[in-house]
C-alpha cells in the first residue's frame, strides 16, 4: 500500500487523508483528521465468492472508541459492547452511501471497519468516515472506483452553513446529510423544522458543490490495480435455460393485481423449476438458481411499467393506496392510532411519562437526558413470516430514527408540556413503507393521547424505475415495487413544509431536477393523507388518559434549590410523601412535579411556590398564628418565613391584650408592611381591614 499524505479544505476546514502507515494488512485504509478528530476506515473481502446471492454482501461497521473523547465506558463492564443505536445509524448511513456503486456482480463478502480514534467534540466524525470509507474502497484493489462524499447541510439565523460544527447543530432547523459521487447523489438523510421543498432543494444544490470538489480530490489519490469481475459462463448459460422457461410466467404473475395470490403463483412456480433445472445442473445451488429466477421477475414487473406503463396492482403512478385511520383502540394505553395504508398497517400507542423516565444517553462526547423516544417492531408474522423475535435489528434501529425525526418537530416545547414521551410502533402488516405508516399512525396517537402538537405529520415513500433515458416516478410504492425499483424516498412533513427524508437508491446516482419532481409528487401524496388523517382526529383531546401521571411544572431560583431539598433531602422527602409525587430538579431551578392524582401534584406545586417565594412588601398574605407575645403576634406568611404583627396593628380598634384578638394556629390576612434592613419583616391585619 502506496504512503501518501493529502489534504483538501471545505468551508474553511481542513481534511487531511493519510494512508499505507497503519492497517497495511486490509485490502485498503486511510485515516481522516479534522481538527483533533481522527477517523481510521479500513476495507476487506474474502478472496472467494458467496453463490446464490443476488446482493452486493457488504457489512459496515462504523465503532467509536470512548478513549478517543478521554472517557472510561460507564456501567459494569469497562469496555466497548455491542454498537449504540447512534453507531448503527452511521453503520447505515455508510452503507446507503456506497452500496450502490459496486459493480452488479460483485458477490464477495466485503467489510468496511469505521473507527473513530480521536474526538475532539467540534468535528463531525460520521461524515469523516463516509469520506475515509470511499477511498478505503478507491485506493484497495477491490472493484469499486467511484469516489463518493458526504456533507452535512445546516440552517442557523436564516443561512445554510456547509459542515455544522456539533455545537452549531444543536441551533440548526435543518439537518441534512447528502452523500453522492461526481455526477449524482446516492443517499440523502434530512431532519428538518417544516421546511418547505423549495428550501430543501436549495441546499441539496449547495450539497451537490461541495460533494463534486471531494469527489475530484479522491480521483488524484494513488491506489491498486483493481479486480476484474466477469459473469462466468456457466451463468450465462443457465440464466439462458431459466429465461427460456420462467419469461412468460414471470408476465403472468406481474399482472397479478393480489399480493397473497401472486406471491402463491410464483413461489409454485419457482419449486416445479427448480426440481427441473437441477436434474441438467446437478452442482448448481438452489440460492442460485432462485436469485436468477428473482432477477427475471423483477426485469418483466420494470418492463411493465416502463412501456406498458402499468404498475402491478393496477395504480396510476401517482394514486395512493386506500388510506384507513382509527383512534383509541386500547382501553388502558395513554394513547392509540392504527394506521392502515392498503396492505401496510400499523399499530402505534403512546405512553406519557415522568421526567424520572428520560433515557440516559451516554454518547461519546455528550451525555444527555432525551425526553422523546420512538421504538419500531417488525415482527414476522407482518410478511407471513415464522421468525422469532431476538435483539433489536438496525433495519428496525433505523425505521424507529426516521420516524423520530419526522415526528420530533410537531411536539409542544418541554416548558410547555412536560412529560416524557415514548411511542411504540408495531408493523401487523409489511407491504411497503411501514417507516411513514408509524409517522403517520405515530401522529394519531400522540393527538389522541391529548399531546398539544401543532399538527398532523404524514409520510409516504416514492420510488423510481429508469430505463435508459426514461423514468417512471411512483407514489406509495408497495414492497414489489421497492425491490425491483431503483430508488426508496421517504418524505414525512406537515402542510407547513418537510420533517424527514430517507433516500436510498440501487443505480448510481439521482440528479437535482428529478429529486425535485419527486418531492413535488410526494407533497401530493402526502396532503391526501393528511386530509384522511385530519378527517379522524386534528386536534387533541382536553385532558390526558385518566391512567396517565399528572405533570406540573415551575420555576425556581437557583439560590433556592438547597433551601427545597432541605438538609440531607428532609424538605423534599416530606413534600413528596404528605402528597403521594415525585419530584425532579434540575440545575437551572426547573421543577418538575409529577403524581397519580392532579390534588397532591396542585397541592406540592403551591407549597413549593411558597417554599421558595420571596416576601413581597405591599402584597397581602393568608397566614398562620404561630407565637403569641405582649407586644405582638408572629406570624407565618410562607413556609419557613415569619413576621410580627404589632399589637397595635392587630385591629382596627385599641386592644388591651393580644389573646383578645387572636390564639395560636388562627388564620388571618396580612399586608407586609416593611422588611428593614435586618431583613425583619413587620405585617398588618389593621391595614387589610
Known amino acids: 500500500m502506496e504512503y501518501f499524505k493529502k489534504e483538501l479544505e471545505i468551508a474553511g476546514k481542513n481534511f487531511i487523508v493519510e494512508s499505507g502507515k497503519i492497517a497495511k494488512q486490509s485490502n485498503g485504509s486511510c485515516t481522516v483528521r479534522v481538527g483533533d ?38 456501567g459494569f463492564f469497562k469496555r466497548e459492547a455491542r454498537p449504540r443505536d447512534s453507531e448503527t445509524l452511521v453503520s447505515r448511513l455508510i452503507d446507503r452511501s456506497i452500496r450502490p456503486l459496486f459493480p452488479k456482480y460483485w458477490r464477495n463478502d466485503t467489510q468496511i471497519s469505521a ?52 455545537p452549531e447543530q444543536k441551533s440548526s432547523v435543518l439537518d441534512l446529510v447528502v452523500s453522492g459521487t461526481e455526477e449524482a447523489l446516492t443517499m440523502i438523510e434530512a431532519g428538518a423544522q417544516e421546511l418547505p421543498e423549495s428550501e430543501m432543494l436549495d441546499a441539496l444544490n449547495i450539497a451537490r458543490e461541495v460533494i463534486k470538489k471531494m469527489c475530484v480530490f479522491q480521483k488524484e489519490l494513488p491506489g491498486k490495480s483493481k479486480i476484474a469481475i466477469v459473469e462466468s459462463v456457466s451463468d450465462l448459460a ?49 440460492e442460485t438458481v432462485d436469485a436468477i429466477l428473482e432477477g427475471i421477475f423483477c426485469k418483466k414487473a420494470r418492463e411493465l411499467i416502463l412501456s406498458k406503463k402499468i404498475r402491478v396492482d393496477g395504480r396510476s403512478f401517482e394514486e395512493v393506496r386506500p388510506v384507513a385511520c382509527e383512534i383509541g383502540l386500547l382501553p388502558r394505553v395513554h394513547g392509540s392510532g392504527l394506521f392502515t395504508r392498503g396492505q401496510t398497517q400499523a399499530l402505534v400507542t403512546v405512553t406519557l411519562g415522568t421526567p424520572g423516565d428520560m433515557q440516559i444517553m451516554d454518547e461519546l462526547v455528550d451525555e444527555y437526558k432525551e425526553r422523546f423516544m420512538l421504538h419500531y417492531n417488525f415482527p414476522g408474522f407482518a410478511t407471513g413470516e415464522p421468525r422469532s423475535e431476538r435483539s433489536t435489528s438496525r433495519r428496525e434501529i433505523g425505521h424507529g430514527n426516521l420516524a423520530k425525526i419526522a415526528l420530533k418537530p410537531i411536539l409542544p416545547k418541554e416548558e ?67 425491490a425491483f425499483g431503483d430508488m426508496d424516498f421517504k418524505v414525512a412533513g406537515t402542510r407547513n413544509g418537510i420533517t424527514a427524508l430517507q433516500m436510498d437508491i440501487k443505480i448510481s446516482g439521482l440528479t437535482i431536477e428529478i429529486i425535485a419532481q419527486v418531492l413535488e409528487q410526494a407533497k401530493h401524496g402526502r396532503f391526501l393523507i393528511l386530509a384522511k388523517m385530519d378527517a379522524i ?43 403521594n409525587v415525585k419530584i425532579n430538579i434540575e440545575d437551572n431551578g426547573k421543577v418538575f412535579i409529577s403524581g397519580v392524582e392532579s390534588t397532591g401534584v396542585e397541592s406540592a406545586k403551591e407549597y413549593i411556590e411558597s417554599l421558595t417565594a420571596e416576601v413581597e412588601v405591599g402584597k397581602i398574605y393568608n397566614c398562620k398564628i404561630t407565637k403569641l407575645m405582649v407586644f405582638g403576634a408572629f406570624a407565618e406568611i410562607l413556609p419557613g418565613k415569619e ?33 428593614d434592613k435586618q431583613g425583619r419583616i413587620n405585617l398588618s391585619v389593621k391595614a387589610v381591614l
Open 643 to 675: 413576621g410580627l404583627i404589632h399589637i397595635s396593628q392587630l385591629s382596627s380598634r385599641h386592644i388591651k391584650k393580644v389573646e383578645d384578638v387572636v390564639r395560636e394556629g388562627d388564620k388571618v390576612r396580612v399586608k407586609v408592611m416593611e422588611i
Open 416 to 482: 410547555d408540556f412536560g412529560y416524557t414521551i415514548r411511542i411504540v410502533s408495531d408493523i401487523l402488516e409489511s407491504n411497503g413503507s411501514s417507516s411513514m405508516a408509524s409517522v403517520c399512525g405515530g401522529s394519531l396517537a400522540l393527538f389522541n393521547a391529548g399531546v398539544p402538537m401543532k399538527s398532523n405529520c404524514a409520510g409516504i415513500a416514492m420510488g423510481l424505475v429508469r430505463g435508459g433515458d426514461s423514468y417512471v416516478i411512483l407514489t406509495d410504492i408497495m414492497g414489489m415495487e421497492d
Open 238 to 286: 443457465l440464466k439462458a435455460d431459466l429465461e427460456a422457461e420462467a419469461i412468460s410466467k414471470a408476465e403472468t404473475c406481474v399482472s397479478i393485481k393480489d399480493k397473497n395470490e401472486r406471491d402463491f403463483f410464483w413461489s409454485s412456480f419457482k419449486k416445479d423449476i427448480l426440481l427441473k433445472i437441477l436434474e441438467k445442473y446437478p452442482k448448481e445451488l438452489p
Open 115 to 166: 473507527i473513530v480514534l480521536s474526538h475532539d467534540g467540534e468535528n463531525d466524525s460520521e461524515l469523516m468516515a463516509i469520506l475515509g470509507t470511499s477511498i478505503a474502497l478507491c485506493i484497495s484493489d477491490l472493484p469499486f472506483s467511484t469516489p463518493v462524499s458526504s456533507v452535512r447541510i445546516g440552517k442557523i439565523s436564516g443561512q445554510f452553513v456547509v459542515n455544522p460544527s456539533i
Open 37 to 74: 478528530t481522527v477517523v481510521l476506515v479500513a476495507s476487506v473481502a474474502s478472496k472467494s465468492t458467496r453463490f446464490g446471492v443476488n446482493f452486493v454482501p457488504l457489512t459496515v461497521d462504523y465503532r467509536e472508541r470512548t478513549y478517543a473523547a478521554g472517557k472510561i465506558p460507564g
Open 537 to 579: 382526529i386534528s386536534v387533541s383531546k382536553n385532558n390526558i388518559s385518566t391512567f396517565a401521571p399528572r405533570i406540573a411544572i415551575l420555576m425556581i431560583p437557583q439560590n433556592k434549590i438547597g433551601e427545597l431539598i432541605g438538609p440531607g433531602g428532609k424538605n423534599i422527602r416530606r413534600i413528596q410523601e404528605d402528597n
